[in-house]
């Protein structure tokens, strides 16, 4: 017989401080770029759920997609 667990989390505990460490992988990630810019804790909040993609995007919008599919791999390197 299969079993399923489900895991409710409604008060947020198994993802306390995730928003401050994506802005903080996001900030780190536009330095290693040579970028002189930074997202705040609120764009974080705001942009949470999104790709790291949709950060970059938003962070450097001047940029271009081939810059922001670097800098999301950049990330994905920085938060191992």
Known sequence: MKKTLFVWDFHGTLEKNNVKAVQE???????????????????SVELYGLSWV??????????????WV???????????
């Open 70 to 80: 670097k800098m999301k791999e950049r990330a994905i390197e920085i938060q191992s």
């Open 54 to 67: 949709d950060y970059f995007r938003s962070a450097y919008p001047e940029g271009s997609l081939s810059e």
């Open 25 to 43: 992988i996001v900030n780190k990630t536009l330095k290693s770029f040579g970028k002189s810019r930074e997202i705040s804790l609120e764009k």
